[in-house]
Structures are given as structure tokens and as C-alpha cells.
């Protein structure tokens, strides 16, 4: 079955860094648009970016450009969040997400399956 696995996550310092990744199988990765999503407590999921299957497209939300960016491997079947200039409200729980059509979207509905997540906490 097709599964999803974050890791990389923990406690930081504003202004500090850490990246993420989530390593794919059960399914043609290269075909798969892929997203990251956060959620903190007391709030809805948040969309953050999504990269197209070849990686020549990104999208971000507004409130991470210019600090993250997503990266992947076909390769290694594997997505990444590279996470600088990290602030207090980006602290959630980071989820990566699969999704079979070419499209980026920013509706965590248009996405088929779902990592369990790794929290990143950015004291201050």
C-alpha cells in the first residue's frame, strides 16, 4: 500500500533552519504531484508548497515565500522542505501529500494520500 513517511522535524530557534522529507512507496512517485501541508493546534490545515512531478514547478503560500522551499529526487522517491529564517508560527505538525493529477493545488481535498506528519517547533 502506498505510503507516506516525514522526518526531520524538532525544536529550533527562530531564524534557524531544518529540512524535511518524506520518502514515498506503493507508488510511481515520478507520476505524483506532491505537497506539504501544517497544521497547527487550534487551527485548520495550511497549505505550504507543492512541486510538480518533474520539479520544474513549485507553489507556495504566500506566508513561506522566500524562507522554504520544496525540492525532490525521483530517484530516491522523496520530497523535501528546506525551512530557513524559521519563525514561532511556523511551529505545526508538517504533513507531505500525494496527489495523481498534474495540477498544483493548495485544497488539501485534491490530494489522495497522506504522511502521518513530524513536528517542527521554532521557539523564540
Known amino acids: 500500500q502506498v505510503q507516506l513517511v516525514e522526518s526531520g522535524g524538532g525544536l529550533v530557534q527562530a531564524g534557524g533552519s531544518l529540512r524535511l522529507s518524506c520518502a514515498a512507496s506503493?507508488?510511481?512517485?515520478?507520476?505524483?504531484?506532491m505537497g506539504w501541508f501544517r497544521q497547527a493546534p487550534g487551527k485548520e490545515r495550511e497549505f505550504v508548497a507543492a512541486?510538480?512531478?518533474?520539479?520544474?514547478?513549485?507553489y507556495y503560500a504566500d506566508s513561506v515565500k522566500g524562507r522554504l522551499t520544496i525540492s525532490r529526487d525521483n530517484a530516491k522517491n522523496t520530497v523535501y522542505l528546506q525551512m530557513n529564517s524559521l519563525k514561532p508560527e511556523d511551529t505545526a505538525v508538517y504533513c507531505c501529500?500525494?496527489?495523481?493529477?498534474?495540477?498544483?493545488?493548495?485544497?488539501?481535498?485534491?490530494?489522495?494520500?497522506w504522511g502521518q506528519g513530524t513536528q517542527v517547533t521554532v521557539s523564540s
Open positions: 512541486i510538480s512531478w518533474n520539479g520544474a514547478s513549485t
Open positions: 506503493g507508488l510511481t512517485f515520478s507520476l505524483y504531484t
Open positions: 501529500a500525494a496527489r495523481i493529477e498534474y495540477s498544483l493545488e493548495y485544497s488539501s481535498s485534491q490530494y489522495d494520500y
